[in-house]
């Protein structure tokens, strides 16, 4: 089932005009917390850029999954809420079967709930985002929840713009560029 967290790394530097740290968040499906070189050094990965952020920074070492499917999680992480209160109980596109009915599930983050991407560019922060959102496409992408202006994408995926050609199938190495 994807959609683990893996955890936070939150690189702390005071910058020359500003005591505000600077903040990132990785967030991979199915990468547990153990994975991690920072985490465990005797991981069978090797996760040298992450360990070095870790390092320089600030390491979190508890957390919690609000969902085991992704985008309950990305959700609960963006807004702070438990999925139910956002509407979002399965991974987007999911419809689970059996004999119980499934809660309700939006097929968007809505825009009406306040991210931490838009608090944080409230704030004054530039917010960067590259790889999976999987919270809703179109009028729902990140470009409408804090991040961007300018990223292209699809539901699942979306980047800075570029010139090079869109990932064509899951496992396309551009896809981690």
């Not at 959609?3 to 690189?11: E, I, K, P």
């Not at 499934?102 to 009406?112: G, I, K, Q, V």
């Not at 790889?131 to 804090?146: D, E, F, T, V």
Request: with cysteine; hydrophobic share 35%; aromatic share 10%.
């Amino acid at each position: 089932v994807s959609g683990l967290l893996l955890g936070a790394v939150a690189a702390v530097a005071a910058a020359k005009d500003s005591a505000r740290p600077n903040v990132i968040l990785i967030l991979a499906d199915d990468l547990g917390y153990m994975d991690v070189g920072a985490y465990n050094p005797k991981s069978f990965y090797e996760t040298p850029n992450i360990d070095r952020l870790a390092a320089r920074g600030m390491k979190f070492t508890a957390g919690y999954s609000a969902c085991p499917v992704c985008s309950p999680t990305r959700a609960s992480i963006m807004t702070g809420k438990h999925p139910v209160r956002v509407g979002i109980t399965d991974f987007i596109g999911g419809n689970r079967k059996g004999k119980l009915l499934p809660a309700p599930n939006r097929d968007h983050l809505a825009l009406e709930e306040v991210t931490l991407a838009e608090t944080l560019r409230d704030a004054g922060y530039t917010n960067f985002f590259a790889g999976k959102w999987h919270l809703g496409a179109g009028a729902y992408s990140p470009n409408a929840q804090g991040f961007g202006p300018g990223l292209a994408g699809t539901n699942q995926f979306y980047y800075p713009s570029t010139d090079l050609p869109p990932p064509d199938k899951t496992n396309d190495p551009k896809t981690t560029d």
